[in-house]
């Protein structure tokens, strides 16, 4: 189709927000952890298994520092591994994340282990890292703008976690105060190359589908976290209730 059909850059920005529809706090699993109906089990799976989605983000952000030629690109998104794997003798975001799990009663070995990640969330994870690597550097920078509706999700769990599970150590959520002002930050960033990079009919449908392949990312892990811990249905749960699948690599 013609470049005469390409949106403005408020039409597109405007298209890329109304997939806010799609994120995954409207998932059933997230909409019961911030209604206060998620049991302990249900926190704690989420918590483990959301960590391989931590650890991993700093990989994904290397792939498109990897991949981008533009220089002040790269000193920009460099801060967001900063972010994640800490600046010397400054923890970052994983360190932070460690500090959620002790606080719903997770032992941070287990946690570095990977061993209670299930495996559909590994491939979901995996997924997202292996596109960065192979997209150009824009699309996989604009894969991120699922931080677009990041702050909402954050401040959710701000609002009612400490008021319907008393039992968790409120030290845990300093987290989720980080990413506020962090999300935000990339947001702009992350906007601001992808207004400026697609500009026609083509290119802005193409990212529509990214975004949304970020989306399905993220709603398919709590998928798996849904069949395993509220219907109780974990992988080879007809053949045996040990955590027989794979583990991957320890950190």
Known sequence: MSDALAMSPSEFEQALRAKGAYYHIHHPYHVAMYEGRASREQIQGWVANRFYYQVNIPMKDAAILANCPDREVRREWIQRLLDHDGAPGEDGGIEAWLRLGQAVGLDPDQLRSQELVLPGVRFAVDAYVNFARRASWQEAASSSLTELFAPQIHQSRLDSWPQHYPWIDPAG???????????????????????????????????????????????????????????????YHTVTPERVWHKGIAL
């Open 173 to 235: 959520y300093q987290y989720f105060r980080t990413r506020l002002g962090q999300a935000r930050r990339d947001v702009e960033h992350g906007l601001e190359i992808t207004l400026r990079h697609y500009t026609s009919h083509a290119s802005q449908q193409r990212m529509l589908e990214i975004l949304q392949f970020k989306l399905d990312i993220l709603w398919s892990m709590l998928d798996a976290m849904s069949m395993a811990y509220e219907l109780n249905r974990p992988p």
